[in-house]
């Protein structure tokens, strides 16, 4: 069911006068001599209302959203929260950049997250995905790797924080990232995209290029340390894992090894790597790998030849790669070839056990258009393919696609949906799990040119909402963004249960928690400063509108660690702590403890002040460091 623009704005003024026909219906109360409302008058109105609550991206003041969509922020090095389907962004996680709202970044307990890249302030996210138990979303994580610093990140979805962070060994520009889907994410599965001398010890040359590699990272998800990598040939871009718990498969675009743009796209084919986990894990379990650089980290070879992987030729330089949600296919995108080549998982075995060749896993290559780069699906059998080149999604039924592959005349292709412009990534609700659901797509356009009003040469990209419930795709929404949301993922509510407040014992300010212990220092009542030597610690309570300590001293040159716990007990009462001219800036969530660095340079009085509005004398919240010369 589609309505158009004017239909939809009909229905509101529909609902508008029932609304005051309603009111009016009250107002007169018992005894009045009005018309009584009939039961099939309240059933067309509820109908009405249903209406337009399932087909309409459209959320009223006051309305809340039925999906979670988690973002990445690309260059901006951050996650957002989305509301589906009224495309409203809700929050901002910070994860690999800096934060200054939250003190993300700067705080004793970030620093600690980020441990060995603590000191790092930029980053590239691109590919957020939740945790699965039996390929379904189980609102647990959401990880999310930086291209720029081979990073990968964890979010616990309960407090919607970063939570761990590690910097992968081995590999430069950790690029494409998925989960295990299946019975559990035990592992998160990476690509290391560029290509480097193993060891990187700068004995290597520019010119011979014979030991440069790229490796394919397991990562545990529980303590988010590298299990096993394995090296390959080529190098890796995108992956994605099956619904069996065996494979997982990625594209390679430098099957050349080249090391430059013409010698990169040089050769008509490239390929997509299997990997079996199995014998990985065997591989591992015999003590059958090597270590590179110093670390410890075991890589496995898995290079042509190897009985860990398995090399399948596709056309020149794919990109994304996407598993149907039937657990049926992986999808290889053909950027440079106008195909997308469907891969067989139930041949992955024979494939294996050398009872077919490489190219009897393909069952389809459906040609879709100009520069394929990711596919969605939905729970119809479409799968739904962005055209980067043709600023087009294209909607294919699978199935039709591998008949016609058999040489049957079948039209796969069911519709082709101009978008603006040049999209990247699509996703559809759910559809990366056994619970894809077929109502909503997001095709996030790397250009929105026309699109909104001009903000200089630096433009808003546009993620776009289709609804594909019906047999048509529909564009219903334009949504500009800051730089670049990637990849997205689109959750129902049901699966995410946030917390309301911080439990004492989480693990994030664990450590200062236990710093507090060490001093005799009680963080839910105590206010206190600690010397030791020229480090100062000053514990302090917040509730609003006054911080427990509103004075103390230090001397100059100290370094100063203030550490605010707020005893707020109230929903959505934030503290923050300020420190005025020394850079200093934090959240503090109700009953958490969050605590910050820095050396007092300058002789004087200093202000800190909250910086999170909290309540009618918020202004009034703050106090004084006097700093002795
Ligand atoms: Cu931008 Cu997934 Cu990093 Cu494709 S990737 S577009
Ligand atoms: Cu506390 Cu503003």
Same mark, same amino acid.
């Given at each position: 069911m #589609?309505?158009?623009?004017?239909?939809?704005?009909?229905?509101g003024?529909?609902?508008?006068?029932?609304r005051?026909?309603?009111?009016?219906?009250?107002?007169?109360g018992?005894?009045?001599?009005t018309a009584?409302?009939?039961?099939?008058?309240?059933?067309?109105?509820?109908?009405?209302?249903?209406?337009?609550?399932?087909?309409?991206p459209i959320?009223?003041?006051?309305e809340?959203?039925?999906?979670?969509?988690?973002?990445?922020?690309?260059?901006s090095?951050?996650?957002?929260?989305?509301?589906?389907?009224?495309?409203?962004?809700?929050?901002?996680?910070?994860?690999f950049?800096?934060d200054?709202?939250?003190g993300?970044?700067?705080?004793n307990?970030?620093?600690r997250?980020k441990?060995?890249?603590a #000191?790092?302030m930029?980053?590239?996210?691109?590919?957020? #995905?939740?945790s699965?138990?039996?390929? !379904?979303?189980?609102?647990?994580?959401v990880?999310?790797?930086?291209?720029?610093?081979s990073r990968?990140a964890r979010?616990?979805?309960?407090?919607?924080?970063?939570?761990k962070?590690?910097?992968?060994?081995?590999? &430069?520009a950790?690029?494409?990232?998925?989960?295990?889907?299946?019975?559990?994410?035990?592992?998160?599965?990476c690509n =290391?995209?560029?290509?480097i001398p193993?060891?990187?010890? =700068?004995?290597s040359?520019?010119?011979?290029?014979?030991?440069y590699r790229?490796?394919?990272?397991?990562?545990d998800a529980?303590t988010?340390?590298?299990?096993?990598?394995?090296?390959?040939?080529?190098n890796?871009?995108?992956t994605d894992?099956d619904?069996?718990g065996?494979?997982?498969?990625?594209t390679?675009y430098?099957s050349e090894m080249?090391?430059t743009?013409?010698?990169?796209?040089?050769?008509?084919?490239? #390929?997509?790597?299997?990997?079996? +986990?199995e014998?990985? +894990?065997?591989?591992?379990?015999?003590g059958?790998?090597?270590t590179?650089?110093?670390?410890?980290?075991?890589v496995l070879?898995?290079?042509?030849g190897?009985?860990?992987?398995?090399?399948?030729?596709v056309p020149?330089?794919?990109?994304?790669?996407?598993?149907?949600p039937?657990?049926e296919?992986?999808?290889a995108?053909?950027?440079?070839?106008?195909?997308?080549s469907?891969?067989s998982i139930?041949?992955?075995?024979?494939?294996?056990?050398?009872?077919?060749?490489?190219?009897d896993?393909?069952?389809a290559?459906?040609?879709?258009?100009?520069g394929?780069?990711?596919?969605?699906?939905?729970?119809?059998?479409h799968?739904?393919?962005t055209?980067?080149?043709?600023?087009?999604i294209?909607k294919?039924?699978?199935?039709?696609?591998i !008949?016609a592959y058999?040489?049957e005349?079948?039209?796969?292709?069911? &519709?082709?949906?101009?978008?603006?412009?040049q999209?990247?990534?699509?996703?559809?609700?759910? =559809?990366?799990t056994?619970d894809?659901?077929?109502?909503?797509?997001?095709s996030?356009?790397k250009f929105s040119k026309?699109r909104?009003?001009?903000?200089?040469?630096l !433009?808003?990209?546009?993620d776009?909402?289709?609804d594909?419930?019906?047999d048509?795709m529909?564009?219903?929404h334009?949504?500009?963004t800051?730089?670049?949301p990637h990849?997205?993922?689109i959750?129902?509510?049901?699966?995410?249960?946030?917390?309301?407040?911080w439990?004492r014992?989480?693990?994030?300010f664990?450590?200062?928690?236990?710093?507090?212990?060490?001093d005799g220092v009680?963080?839910m009542?105590?206010?206190?400063?600690?010397?030791?030597?020229?480090?100062v610690?000053?514990?302090?309570t917040?509730?609003?509108?006054t911080? =427990?300590m509103?004075e103390?001293k230090?001397k100059?040159g100290?370094?100063?660690?203030?550490?605010?716990?707020?005893l707020? &007990?109230?929903?959505?009462?934030?503290h923050g702590?300020?420190?005025t001219n020394?850079g200093?800036q934090m959240?503090?969530?109700?009953q958490?403890t969050s605590s910050?660095t820095?050396?007092?340079?300058k002789?004087?009085?200093q202000?800190?002040?909250?910086?999170?509005?909290?309540?009618?004398?918020?202004?009034e919240?703050?106090g004084?460091? +006097?700093?002795?010369?």
């Amino acid at each position: 069911m #589609h309505r158009s623009d004017d239909e939809q704005q009909a229905q509101g003024l529909e609902n508008a006068g029932r609304r005051s026909f309603m009111s009016k219906t009250a107002l007169l109360g018992a005894g009045a001599v009005t018309a009584p409302m009939t039961a099939a008058m309240f059933a067309s109105m509820a109908k009405a209302n249903a209406a337009e609550a399932a087909n309409s991206p459209i959320r009223h003041p006051g309305e809340l959203d039925e999906y979670y969509g988690f973002w990445s922020g690309g260059h901006s090095g951050e996650v957002r929260i989305m509301g589906l389907p009224s495309m409203r962004e809700l929050m901002r996680i910070p994860v690999f950049n800096i934060d200054s709202a939250t003190g993300w970044g700067l705080t004793n307990e970030s620093k600690r997250i980020k441990g060995d890249s603590a #000191h790092l302030m930029a980053g590239d996210s691109h590919h957020p #995905h939740m945790s699965m138990t039996d390929g !379904r979303y189980d609102g647990k994580y959401v990880f999310i790797n930086d291209k720029a610093n081979s990073r990968v990140a964890r979010i616990r979805c309960d407090v919607m924080k970063v939570d761990k962070m590690i910097t992968i060994p081995n590999v &430069q520009a950790i690029h494409g990232l998925r989960v295990q889907k299946v019975p559990y994410t035990k592992y998160v599965i990476c690509n =290391g995209e560029f290509e480097i001398p193993m060891n990187n010890d =700068g004995k290597s040359s520019m010119e011979d290029v014979s030991t440069y590699r790229s490796l394919f990272n397991v990562i545990d998800a529980e303590t988010l340390e590298v299990a096993f990598q394995v090296m390959v040939d080529g190098n890796l871009d995108n992956t994605d894992a099956d619904y069996d718990g065996k494979y997982f498969a990625s594209t390679c675009y430098n099957s050349e090894m080249g090391m430059t743009l013409s010698d990169m796209i040089a050769s008509e084919r490239d #390929h997509v790597v299997v990997f079996s +986990l199995e014998r990985c +894990l065997a591989a591992l379990k015999a003590g059958d790998f090597k270590t590179y650089n110093g670390n410890k980290v075991p890589v496995l070879d898995g290079r042509k030849g190897s009985k860990l992987t398995r090399y399948i030729p596709v056309p020149k330089s794919p990109h994304g790669m996407n598993t149907s949600p039937n657990g049926e296919y992986f999808v290889a995108n053909g950027k440079l070839s106008p195909t997308v080549s469907v891969i067989s998982i139930k041949k992955l075995d024979d494939l294996f056990n050398d009872k077919i060749q490489p190219r009897d896993a393909i069952v389809a290559e459906p040609e879709l258009g100009l520069g394929p780069l990711h596919t969605a699906f939905d729970n119809r059998g479409h799968a739904y393919t962005t055209l980067f080149l043709d600023s087009q999604i294209v909607k294919w039924n699978v199935e039709e696609a591998i !008949r016609a592959y058999q040489g049957e005349k079948v039209n796969y292709i069911k &519709q082709k949906l101009d978008v603006h412009y040049q999209p990247g990534h699509n996703h559809t609700s759910q =559809g990366e799990t056994r619970d894809a659901d077929g109502k909503w797509l997001v095709s996030l356009c790397k250009f929105s040119k026309d699109r909104f009003l001009p903000v200089g040469p630096l !433009r808003p990209e546009n993620d776009q909402l289709i609804d594909i419930s019906g047999d048509e795709m529909k564009l219903v929404h334009d949504g500009p963004t800051y730089a670049e949301p990637h990849d997205c993922i689109i959750v129902h509510r049901s699966k995410l249960k946030p917390k309301k407040l911080w439990t004492r014992d989480d693990s994030i300010f664990a450590d200062t928690v236990a710093m507090a212990e060490k001093d005799g220092v009680n963080l839910m009542a105590d206010n206190k400063v600690i010397r030791d030597g020229n480090k100062v610690r000053v514990y302090m309570t917040s509730i609003a509108p006054t911080y =427990g300590m509103t004075e103390f001293k230090v001397k100059l040159g100290d370094e100063v660690t203030v550490v605010v716990t707020n005893l707020d &007990q109230v929903e959505d009462v934030t503290h923050g702590f300020c420190m005025t001219n020394h850079g200093v800036q934090m959240e503090i969530g109700p009953q958490a403890t969050s605590s910050i660095t820095f050396i007092a340079d300058k002789p004087g009085v200093q202000w800190y002040y909250c910086n999170w509005f909290c309540h009618a004398l918020h202004m009034e919240m703050r106090g004084r460091m +006097l700093v002795e010369a």
